[in-house]
C-alpha cells in the first residue's frame, strides 16, 4: 500500500479531512481503509515536520485535557508532547487523587468540567466502556487513550502505522501475538484493525487462561481473517513478519495466584529469534516486565522502542484532525 501524502501545496489547514473534525475516537471499529491510510498520511508528514522543524504552530491557541485514572508513561507523555509539537497546551489530570475524583466525582461531571477548559480531552480508565461514557456526556471530541481491557485505539493506529513504516506494508503479513491476549487491550484492538487488509494472517500465542476473546475472534472471524491459537511459539515463529508482545496484565488478575502461575510463561530472547526471519520486527507496547530480554534489544528487529516514536506522529496526527486541523 502506498503511503499517501498531503498536497504538498496547501498549508496543513487546507488539507482539512472534515470527516473527522469534532469526533471522537472510541474504538478501531470506526476506521476503513481509507481513513488508517489518511491517518498514515498526516502521520508520515508530522514525522516529517518534526524531524524539519520540531514544534509549528497548527494547533496554536487549542487546549488538550489529558485525563488518566489508569498509570501511563508512553500514552500520557506522549499526547502531552503531541498537543505541544503542535503549538497547542496540556491540562494534565493523572493523579486523580489529587482531583475531585477522590471526592466521588462521576466520570461525566469530571468530563463536563474539564470540556468548558479544553478543546479535546483524551482519557484513560480502568472500566471498558467508560470513554464511550465520557463521550456521551461530553459536546468536545474524547479520545480513548484505554478503556479496561476493551479498546486501545491510539495504541492500535500506532501499531499499524508502526509496521507500514517499517515493512512498507500492511497487506500479505503474519502477525503472531503473544502473552495476555485475554486482558490486554492493544491486542484487542490490533486484531480488530488488521482486518482492514488483505491476506493478514493472524496467530495467537498464550497460556490457555489468557486466550483471545471470543467476541474478538468472532469479529475477527466474520472479516474472513485466518486465526490460530497456540500455547507456544515453535511452530509459528519462522512464518511470523510481526512478533507482537504483551506484558502478562498482572493489575486485571482476580486471583493472584493465576498471575503467578503464566507470569514469566514466554521470554523472546537473541536464541530463539534465530528461528526466525532476517526481516521481520519485534513490537511491544511497553512497558515490558521481562517478556523480552534486553539483550535483543540491539538486534534491527527489535522494533517497540521506534514504535513509540512513531506515536508521537500518529497522536498529532489524531489531535490535528479531531480539530479540523488536518
Ligand atoms: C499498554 C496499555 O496501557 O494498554 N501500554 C501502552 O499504552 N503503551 C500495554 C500495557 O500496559 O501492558
Known amino acids: 500500500m502506498p503511503t499517501p501524502t498531503l498536497n504538498p501545496h496547501l498549508p496543513f489547514g487546507e488539507n482539512k479531512q472534515a470527516d473527522w473534525y469534532g469526533k471522537d475516537i472510541l474504538s478501531v471499529k470506526q476506521f476503513s481503509r481509507a481513513d488508517l491510510e489518511y491517518v498514515f498520511g498526516v502521520a508520515h508528514e508530522m514525522r516529517g515536520m518534526v524531524e524539519r522543524i520540531g514544534t509549528f504552530d497548527l494547533l496554536k491557541g487549542k ?24 503549538g497547542g497546551s496540556v491540562i494534565s489530570i493523572n493523579e486523580v487523587k ?29 472500566e471498558t ?17 484505554g478503556d479496561g481491557v476493551g479498546e486501545h485505539p491510539t495504541q492500535a493506529l500506532l501499531d499499524t502505522f508502526t509496521i507500514m513504516e517499517e515493512l512498507g506494508r500492511l497487506d500479505n503479513i503474519t502477525v503472531t501475538m503473544l502473552g495476555d491476549l485475554k486482558y490486554g487491550r492493544t491486542v484487542h484492538s ?5 482486518t482492514n487488509f488483505t491476506n493478514v494472517k493472524l496467530n495467537y500465542v498464550s497460556p490457555d487462561i489468557l486466550k483471545m476473546p471470543k467476541e474478538v475472534m468472532d469479529e475477527v472471524g466474520e472479516k474472513n481473517v485466518p486465526q490460530t491459537e497456540h500455547s507456544s511459539l515453535d511452530k509459528v515463529l519462522a512464518e511470523t513478519d510481526v512478533l507482537y508482545v504483551t506484558r502478562v496484565q498482572k493489575e486485571r488478575f482476580e486471583d493472584p495466584a493465576d498471575y503467578e502461575k503464566v507470569k514469566g510463561a514466554y521470554v523472546i530472547d537473541p536464541e530463539i529469534m534465530k528461528h526466525a526471519k532476517k526481516d521481520m520486527i ?19 528487529r527489535a522494533a517497540y522502542f521506534r514504535q513509540m516514536e512513531y506515536g508521537l506522529y500518529v497522536r498529532m496526527a489524531l489531535l490535528a484532525m479531531v480539530l479540523g486541523k488536518a
Open 98 to 126: 489529587y482531583s475531585s475524583v477522590s471526592k466521588g466525582e462521576s466520570l461525566p461531571d469530571t468530563i463536563r468540567t474539564l470540556e468548558c477548559y479544553a478543546d479535546v480531552i483524551v482519557l484513560r480508565h480502568p
Open 129 to 145: 466502556g467508560s470513554a464511550a461514557i465520557a463521550a456521551k456526556a461530553a459536546k468536545k471530541p474524547v479520545l480513548n487513550a
Open 282 to 300: 519485534v513490537m511491544h507496547p511497553l512497558p515490558r516486565v521481562g517478556e523480552i530480554s534486553t539483550d535483543f534489544d540491539d538486534d534491527p
Open 190 to 194: 490490533l486484531a480488530r484493525l488488521l
Open 63 to 86: 487546549i488538550l485535557a489529558n485525563l488518566f485514572y489508569e498509570p501511563s508513561t508512553r500514552t500520557s507523555s506522549s499526547f502531552i508532547a503531541a498537543m505541544e509539537r503542535l
